[in-house]
């Protein structure tokens, strides 16, 4: 009863401090790992980019749970504008596009445009770790389509992403292949 006292306090605590820095809880939510370790997840910290993750862990003798571990929810910093090419099993040679891209926490939106203008779209998705669940919106007159996958971050860098899309539109079913850099 006392673990879930104390669970239902720190829910109810828009913030903390975990190792001297301010931490918001007001958007988080919790998850049991075990029977005394609990993780807050979704926490923002002010100052700081992306979102975290704190594990705390049930301290009998204190009767207190004591922050053990952190890390970040999402990769910091894919806001901007990225280029690269793509390529596809409908069209299979490289094919320049820029993408800019808007972070807010772990969701992403932005446009595609082919460099040659001959294409141009909407993407959007959700970041877990460094994965993007992606939607790539095909907008170009005459050939609308929608197509779907993941997309992977460098984490060594965060300055690089592939991604492999599969959907359809004015040429049928097919798969994008991209590999683009922040510049």
């Known amino acids: 009863m ?3 006292l104390v669970v239902v306090l720190l829910l109810f605590s828009a913030e903390a401090s975990f ?4 931490i918001d809880t007001s958007a988080a939510y919790v998850e049991m790992h075990g029977s005394d370790t609990v993780r807050f997840r979704n926490v923002t910290a002010p100052g700081y980019p992306g979102t975290y ?8 003798v204190h009767s207190v749970f004591s922050p053990i571990d952190a890390g970040s929810e999402t990769v910091p910093g894919l806001t901007g504008a990225w ?9 299979p040679s490289e094919i320049p596009i820029t993408i800019t891209l808007t972070q807010y926490g772990n969701t992403i939106i932005g446009s595609y445009k082919v460099v040659s203008g001959l294409g141009h ?3 959007s998705g959700t970041l877990d770790g460094n994965i993007i669940t992606l939607t790539w919106q095909n907008n170009t007159l005459g050939c609308r389509g929608t197509f779907t996958g993941l997309a992977v971050v460098n984490v060594a860098d965060n300055l690089s992403m592939s991604f492999t899309l599969t959907g359809s539109d004015c040429l049928g ?4 292949y991209s590999n683009v850099t922040k510049e």
């Open 2 to 4: 006392r673990k879930l």
């Open 19 to 22: 190792a001297d820095l301010s």
């Open 53 to 60: 993750w704190v594990d705390f862990k049930w301290d009998p």
């Open 83 to 91: 280029q690269g090419s793509y390529k596809s099993s409908a069209l």
């Open 121 to 123: 779209g909407d993407l």
């Open 173 to 176: 079913s097919y798969t994008i």
